[in-house]
């Protein structure tokens, strides 16, 4: 199987980041295609053929489609990198991709406890792997989080990690700082279809996002680089 037999969401669901690392394990780990929950048929219900709309039968060697999904958008390269639809999984427009920066393992997100006493109490330290959820306005995302410390300032309580999804925490264990507030992000941009300004507030789409959702953020820094823009955003909120 090859990537181009995969969905190309970079759900994250199966615990890698992106499809393309799935199908590069794929190839000494045929088993893995079991986690991905949109090819899987036991694990998902599948829609019911109608009248009007018939289940067509997939010719032999096809992909496995799951029968409820919105077929994937075209993607530009064999790389899973997908075309911009400039769009999310709810239909709303967005102005740009947020890409996490290619020495992280995944996207960088400055958060803050609810009780920020936390971070000390618990002795966050750098390197270690926590969960959490993004309560109320700051995001109110439904799905929890799972991320690599990176930095800790403990006197404020803020911490700095790389959301990076399910699979380190079910294998090496996690600290739980419950529900937290998202206080911004940093990554690059290098897909959007606005200038962007500093001091402009915009609607964005993680590049990694597990639900595809649009967000929203004020840009305070950029950086342009060879590569793409460097950016900050902060007053996070989804919708």
């Known amino acids: 199987m090859t990537v181009d037999d995969l969905p190309g969401l970079n759900c994250g669901l199966c615990g890698l980041p992106t499809c393309a690392e799935l199908a590069e394990r794929l190839r000494t780990e045929p088993k893995l295609i079991d986690r991905c929950i ?8 599948r829609a019911k053929p109608t009248a009007a709309a018939p289940v067509a039968t997939a010719a032999p060697g ?3 489609k799951c029968g409820v999904c919105a077929p994937a958008p075209e993607r530009t390269t064999a790389s899973s990198r997908l ?4 769009r999310d999984t709810l239909g709303r427009d967005i102005d740009f991709y947020l890409e996490h920066f290619p020495e992280d393992p995944g996207p960088r997100e400055i958060i803050l406890p609810h009780n920020p006493m936390l971070t000390r109490e618990m002795n966050i330290q750098p390197d270690e792997i926590l969960i959490g959820r993004p309560l109320g306005m700051s995001c109110g995302c439904p799905i929890t989080h799972c991320g690599v410390v990176t930095q800790v300032d403990a006197r404020t ?3 700095v990690w790389c959301v990076t999804g399910p699979l380190n925490p079910r294998q090496k264990g996690f600290k ?4 937290y ?4 992000y940093e990554g690059m941009v290098t897909q959007t279809r606005v200038e962007l300004k500093i001091g402009m507030r915009y609607f964005f789409q993680p590049r990694m996002c597990m639900l595809q959702w649009r967000h929203s953020g004020l840009v305070n820094f950029m950086n342009r680089t060879s590569s793409g823009i460097q950016v900050r955003l902060e007053g996070l909120w989804i919708g």
């Open 83 to 86: 075309a911009p639809t400039w």
């Open 176 to 179: 739980d700082i419950g529900y």
């Open 157 to 159: 309580g803020v911490i």
């Open 62 to 64: 096809a992909p496995v």
């Open 38 to 45: 949109h090819l899987t048929p036991d694990r998902v219900q």
């Open 181 to 184: 507030i998202a206080e911004g």
